[in-house]
């Protein structure tokens, strides 16, 4: 059984009802957090609070986190999940099917924890993962974690159709943004690179937490738009997301980075991550 939480009800999710009239399903207005349980513990779970508290600002939804925080510990904690996730995702609320609101609305919050293999990334971060280049495809706020993802999801279903693993995203000026659901690095001459925050890309927070790792290393960072070219010729690239940490690309489209192996600051930066993010 999958715990949930309906505005605080607790369920099954598998038999879970929600109301047909909810703005995530209408229109995608909404936000969402994807969380690692790793040893029966949210990892970093201040940090996505945080960021959650920054998407409903941005959409001008109000909602009280802490009571977010508290049905999360208790899901998990009655579940007792021990190595797995937990999803929020928080609309503004069900009414009629109009853009605008007539009269204020009850935002709906949904939450559920899920209990996955220990390690369901543990192969792919061992020998790395294919990237499939995808012309960026998204809305122009992608700094901000809704729902809307359908640009994520076409671009990682005609990457796993034509044989990758992963999907990068490449913007009109040939710059690699992000991909689907990770942050992009790249690692030449000893120098880590990764893109700006912007518009463009998440906030994630395994990237804050790869950068910090790299200061504690004292490697150095270059936070520069990096080219699709610059990407190919690079000594070393991965990704950095919530669920799959850090995760070497050994091949981008058809051509091996580098001897298409898993680089050795890419191979440092995942163990480091693991010893200090895994609770
Ligand atoms: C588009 C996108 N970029 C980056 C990330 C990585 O973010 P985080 O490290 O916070 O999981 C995600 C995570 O889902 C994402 O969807």
Redesign the pocket.
Known sequence: MIHASWNGEKSDLETLMIPALDRAYLFGDAVYE?IKVCNHQAVVLDKHMQ?LRNSLAALKISYDTEIVRKICLELMSESQVEHGMIYIQISRGSGDRVHVPVKPLSPNCLIFCKETPSDPYLELRKGGVKAYLHPEQRWRR?DIKTVNLLG?VLAMMEAKNAGFDEAIFVDENELIT??????VFMVKDGKVFAAPLSAQ??P????ELVLGLCNKLSLPICLEHFSKTKLLASDEAFL???LSEVLPVTMVGGDLIASGKPGPLTLTLQQQFRLNYRN
């Open positions: 994807v960021r992608c994520n992000e991909a689907p659901h990770s942050s890309i998440l994630s927070i395994t990237r950095a997301g919530t």
